[in-house]
């Protein structure tokens, strides 16, 4: 293992460590209860908003699985220049929700999934440029985004943990199951002990889903329009593909790269690896490839872009487990969850205020991850100033959409997203702004 070039949380199991088959399947489980929502709520939200049909919304929502099954799979075996070789997990991403929404109304479903198909190759094109523009994506860099990511992510959380049980009832038990959930979590890292922190998190949930069926909040999961088993299809809804729609996929391809490389940097400073030197750039390199073969090969079967998800390094943090062995178990549990549609709505069963308040915990550690970036290199009057305005133009601008609906419609995705806006004042600031070392 290589050394450690900053300070880490105590790891109990390092990256290349060989489990037993029980603790990763508990480690394995606290993931993807972490990111599985995460997942799937995308393709949810665009059902919703453009009218899908219940059996493509089924679909969508197992393709995403099996998408970041595939994704999981390629970041921790790193075979060649593919993947990042690190305890990486990939899910449906956010930020591409706009441009979907813009291919859709362009040409439907046909039109979505080819754009998503033929502009992925971009993602793919920068990785082997990721060495040579690291002079950009310094630990400054890397480290206000990932901050950025995960405070800005912080309030998504209560909006599960204020969800009452009940419809029309009191959010009031949801809240206090939430507490239960963080309140053992707490006390397994408190007591010092190992096993207590791989299963903390399992533990929270347990605990919380006890609390919830004493109030009546812990409901059977609902039917759904899918089969016992879902078969992928090749290009099931058709390919299109319009010149007019590159660019704003491109843009948002390019800041999904740069969540990635932050994410895959405070996963390597999270499993005591360098965070500089050829090797962590090859690292990034080939996390950034596999994201963008994933993407690729999601779109041809009918699913839409992921990247490299920021609350799975609160999970590594809780659990101090780094080992990418686990990485395969969550490709397998994510893989049967994309394949049998039961098992997956089985698990989006959990009650609200048992995820948003693990939420709210793993988003707060991804915050504190990229803290710990920015540390590396030294908080001096240069770093302070350019942090504050990327957390400050990433939390402000979105509030204002009649300010940036006045940005023209080309550049208008770089801005509708606040992480998007903050990584670019983030690269923007780094790169203008010459450190000076009288300055600290």
């Known amino acids: 293992m290589e050394p450690a070039s900053n300070p880490a949380p105590l790891i109990v199991h390092g990256l290349e460590e060989k489990l037993p088959l029980g603790t990763a399947l508990l480690v394995g489980v ?65 930020a591409f929700m706009g441009p979907l929404t813009q291919a859709w109304h362009a040409g439907g479903l046909a039109m979505m999934l080819g754009m998503s198909c033929c502009v ?37 959380a209560f909006f599960g943990l204020a969800t009452p049980l009940q419809a029309g009832g009191s959010p009031w038990p949801g809240v206090g199951a939430g507490a239960v959930v963080l309140a ?54 058709g390919f299109a593909f319009s010149w007019s729609l590159v660019l704003p996929f491109a843009f948002i391809y390019f800041i999904s790269s740069l969540e990635a490389m932050g994410d895959m940097t405070a996963t390597a400073q999270l499993s005591g690896l360098k965070t500089d030197g050829d090797e962590h750039w090859r690292r990034l390199s ?69 995820l948003g308040a693990l939420a709210l915990l793993l988003f707060g550690l991804v915050a504190v991850s990229g803290l710990r970036l920015i540390l590396a290199q030294g908080l001096g009057q240069r770093e302070g100033v350019i942090v504050a305005l990327v957390l400050g133009v990433g ?3 979105p509030t204002q959409p009649s300010l940036v609906a006045k940005i023209p419609e080309i550049l208008r995705p770089l801005f509708e997203s606040g992480i998007s806006a903050g990584g670019l004042t983030a690269i923007t600031l780094n790169a203008v702004w010459r450190e000076h070392r009288y300055g600290r």
């Open 395 to 397: 939390l402000g601008l």
């Open 286 to 354: 080939g996390g950034v490839l596999a994201d963008g073969a994933t993407c690729t090969v999601a779109a041809l079967f009918g699913g839409f872009p992921s990247t490299t998800y920021a609350q799975n390094n609160g999970v590594i943090q809780i659990t101090g487990v780094a080992s990418r062995r686990v990485g395969y178990v969550i490709a397998v549990i994510l893989a049967v969850l994309g394949l049998v549609p039961g098992v997956g709505r089985a698990v989006t069963a959990l009650p609200p205020p048992v």
């Open 184 to 237: 053992i979590v707490i006390l397994a890292q408190a007591s010092g002990r190992a096993w207590a922190r791989v299963a903390g998190v399992a533990l929270g949930i347990a605990a919380g889903c006890a609390v919830c069926a004493a109030f009546g909040g812990l409901h059977a999961p609902a039917g759904g329009a899918a089969g016992w088993l879902v078969v992928p299809r090749w290009l099931p809804h």
């Open 30 to 94: 606290q993931h993807v209860a972490a990111m599985v929502v995460g997942t799937i709520t995308p393709p949810l939200l665009l059902a919703n908003a453009l009218k899908f049909s219940a059996d493509d919304t089924a679909r969508f929502v197992s393709i995403a699985l099996l998408s970041s099954a595939l994704g999981a799979l390629l970041q921790c075996r790193r075979r060649g220049p593919l993947g990042c070789g690190l305890l990486s997990v990939t899910g449906t991403s956010f």
């Open 120 to 156: 992925a190759p971009v993602q793919m094109a920068l990785a082997p440029l990721v060495g040579r523009l690291r002079g950009f994506f310094t630990p400054l860099v890397s480290g206000s985004i990932v901050l950025l990511i995960g405070v800005s992510l912080i309030p998504t």
